[in-house]
């Protein structure tokens, strides 16, 4: 890839939404009030914004392999925390992606180096749901479940977080999972049932 057609596309970019807009880049500047946070894959062909149809300000983003949202993961907390207490987001989105190569590497044997510790939450997701899992025959069909299953275990991660339950509780936060059926291009509501699993979690998880 030559990096000067990125800077030709910028400028022609920038002169689009001019012609447009001719303060859009002012009214740009003067801040963002999203209603979604985006936790999403880091896969290239999957882009958060156009999948949704949305643009610039409309919805705040975060994406690691896999869409995973792990406690000890500094960088996806800070996000959270920053999304859901100052940018006051009412829905948090977990979308993951059919053909998606951080789980089914999780899904091998293989020693993969710094990838292993990543890839243990994946692996976890697998152990949680073995004898589902173990009784689906077709490969593909495995992995697509595993890909829908790790979404929901991430949304489950999101709502045992105290910045989470405190949204709820004041202005009624939504955790939403979903899949990106990158075979159709149609997103897949996988209809997590959030208070459900808040009160499963409650008398474990529950943070003042």
């Known amino acids: 890839m030559n990096l000067d057609f990125v800077f030709e596309n910028n400028k022609k970019w920038v002169n689009e939404k001019l012609s447009e807009n001719a303060n ?9 009030s999203p209603e979604l946070l985006y936790i999403g894959c880091s896969d290239s ?42 940018l006051k987001v009412n829905h948090i989105v977990v979308c993951g992606h059919y053909g998606c190569g951080g789980v089914k590497a999780a899904m091998q044997s293989s020693d993969l180096g710094i990838l292993n510790p990543w890839l ?21 069909d495995k992995y697509e479940r595993l890909v829908e299953l790790n979404v929901e275990e991430q949304c489950v991660n999101l709502i045992k977080t105290a910045a989470v ?3 709820y509780r004041d202005h009624g936060l939504k955790v939403h999972g979903w899949v990106f059926d990158i075979h159709t291009g ?11 699993i808040l009160g499963n979690i409650m008398e474990i998880y529950h943070l003042d």
């Open 24 to 32: 859009y880049f002012d009214e740009m500047g003067k801040g963002q």
């Open 165 to 167: 339950q405190k949204a």
């Open 120 to 140: 243990r939450n994946i692996r976890d997701v697998y152990r949680i749901h073995k004898k589902e899992l173990n009784a689906i025959e077709n490969e593909q």
């Open 45 to 86: 062909r999957v882009s958060a914004e156009d999948l949704m149809g949305l643009g610039p300000g409309d919805v705040f983003v975060h994406r690691n392999i896999a869409n995973m949202v792990i406690g000890t993961d500094l960088n996806a907390m800070s996000v959270v925390e920053y999304a859901v207490m100052h």
């Open 186 to 196: 149609e997103l897949v509501d996988l209809k997590i049932d959030f208070e459900g």
